[in-house]
């Protein structure tokens, strides 16, 4: 018997590539929409961490220190599994929600890092104005901090869309669970692996060049 | 009577001095930790004058300019704009401020807006001008100091002398009382130092109340009503320009003008 050189049916990739293209699907939509929900509760979180008062700003400093120091798989748990005797929540939500809680936590130090980024001289002329603190850091502080934010959080939406993977793990049809599902129907692990490793990379490469772009483009108003 | 209701209610009014100096602060102390850096400071502008605060740095002076708008908060003082205390109230603050214009040091501009939105920016988002009319003024400010040609660009495309004069043209569109100078042109270039300059002569000459801190001695000696002279958290005397130049009474401020006054040619 000819001894093959690679041990694995390479071959079948092309062929079985785009049977993986409705859990892509589901990884773009279950990361995009955490991410968003991580962008709302980490502007929230930031703010509140910034804030004058007490109550508020311990209560943010919790939330990262809980959110940012557990796995987000224990959390997926949680949501998933923990809270069924208060409330199930569906597979699909239970990925944002956790997904969304979880970069929350990241975001918002993301953003807290980019407003403090920002001169103390802008807020400064903005209350010289007679701003409120509230519409400077609206008009003046957040526009500004947006900007330097944005290689960050591209940062961390590419991490973001590589976690969505743990999602296979409560049953959402994402890549990854279509890679272990395919793979034990046909004991061709490393080529359905490989398969959802050029998806994750393909996605990973068009959300890079995206940033990219984003960035480049808003480079236009500083050049100082 | 729905009309009545219109009417906003008026602060609870204190009795209100009609001699009263535009600007008097009372008995201002702060310090920076351990610091004192303002002590017991007592300082008065009337309406339409221009008064110059010299001094070595760190001799308090910025501080005393940024206490009057409260960017920094004395420790205890009084400050009164047209014989009406000042407290340390945002409400009260956010409403006096836009009477107060402040130029700052490193110009503070918004760089995410291009100049005329720097301008307006105040007019629409305090004043609640609508914003063609908000542009109409600040093209005519812009005009006034001479960039209505730069109305579209944003500020990193300007020199520091065009930037600072945006910044005069931003305070000046809040239509302020009193203008507030810390030390506007020591970022600057030497060669741009003179149109900025000459943007606050020009404002001095429309009558506009000043209170300006500067190492510009030119600009005190020839525009200033008065020049106070601030060492180590205390005004040491305040003069007529042509009396601090040629006679002062303390020992310290000679020295001080020899330091920064060219020797005399002759």
Known sequence: ?224 | MTEQKKIKPIMKKEPIDPDAPFLRIEKLNKWYGELHVLKNISLSVQKGEVVVIIGASGSGKSTLLRCVNFLEKAKDGKIYIEGKRIRNQEKQLNRVRQDLGMVFQHFNLFPHMTVIQNVMEGLVQVKGLPKDEARERALALLDQVGLNDKAEVYPSMLSGGQKQRVAIARALAMDPKIMLFDEPTSALDPELVGEVLTVMTDLAKLGMTMLVVTHEMWFAKEVADRVVFMDDGVILEEAAPEKMFSAPEHERTLEFLKQVLPPQAD
């Not at chain 1, 589901?26 to 968003?36: H, K, M, P, S, W």
């Not at chain 1, 962008?39 to 809980?66: D, E, M, P, Q, W």
């Not at chain 1, 944002?96 to 975001?107: E, F």
């Open chain 1, 1 to 224: 018997m000819p001894m093959k050189i690679i041990p694995w049916d390479l071959g079948a990739i092309p062929s079985r590539f785009f049977l993986f293209g409705e859990a892509a699907w589901y990884t773009v939509q279950i990361t995009a929409l955490g991410v968003l929900l991580g962008l709302v509760i980490g502007l929230i979180v930031a703010l509140g961490r910034l804030s004058n008062n007490k109550t508020i700003s311990t209560f943010s400093r919790a939330y990262i220190f809980l959110i940012r120091g557990t796995p987000l798989l224990v959390q997926l748990f949680i949501v998933y599994y923990g809270l069924t005797s208060i409330v199930t929540i569906a597979p699909i939500p239970s990925a944002v929600i956790a997904l969304g809680v979880h970069n929350g936590a990241y975001i918002a130090e993301i953003f807290r890092g980019s407003i403090q980024s920002i001169h103390y001289g802008q807020m400064e002329a903005a209350r010289s104005l007679g701003m409120t603190r509230s519409k400077a850091m609206r008009r003046i502080i957040l526009p500004q901090a947006f900007k330097r934010a944005v290689p960050s959080l591209g940062n961390q939406l590419i991490i973001a869309l590589k976690d969505s993977s743990l999602a296979s793990t409560i049953a959402v049809p994402e890549l990854m669970l279509r890679g272990r599902q395919m793979g034990s129907s046909t004991f061709m692990y490393m080529e359905m692996f490989i398969i959802v490793g050029i998806w994750y990379l393909l996605m990973t490469s068009v959300l890079s060049y995206a940033i990219h772009r984003i960035e480049t483009r808003l480079k236009v108003s500083d050049r100082d």
